[in-house]
């Protein structure tokens, strides 16, 4: 694209046509035809702004997938406990038959980790 050449009212030269510029309005035939009152110039946004815009899409995305994906673990652990009867219960096969379940003695146990805490290192 070429403009101007010296003349008083220059020509645009786009490819191989001509634009003839007393067709084209100026700028100040423009602003006089717009109203105070209409649609502005928008600014466009800096590159932080497209940035911090593009961080929070991607926060809320990885937000909704990680509530998606608790409400989903959430539903097989409680299909789980519903297909799982607990011990004792009238639907677990313990009391069909099994021995019934004993209290252990842990007293042994107690021996092999003292009350007292570790020792510290500085």
Known sequence: MRAGKGRKHGRYYLGDSVIDTASTPTLSQIRARTVSGGPSIRERPT????LQAQ???????????????????????????QAQPMPGSAGSKAGAGAAPVQD???????????NVPPPFDP
């Not at 590159?47 to 497209?50: L, N």
């Not at 961080?55 to 406990?81: C, F, G, K, P, S």
């Not at 003695?105 to 003292?114: G, I, K, M, T």
């Open 47 to 50: 590159a932080t702004q497209a």
């Open 104 to 114: 252990v003695d842990l007293s042994a146990v107690r021996n092999l980790f003292p």
């Open 55 to 81: 961080l929070d899409e991607e926060r809320a995305r990885r937000e909704q997938l990680e509530a998606t994906l608790a409400q989903q673990v959430q539903a097989q652990v409680q299909a789980q406990l």
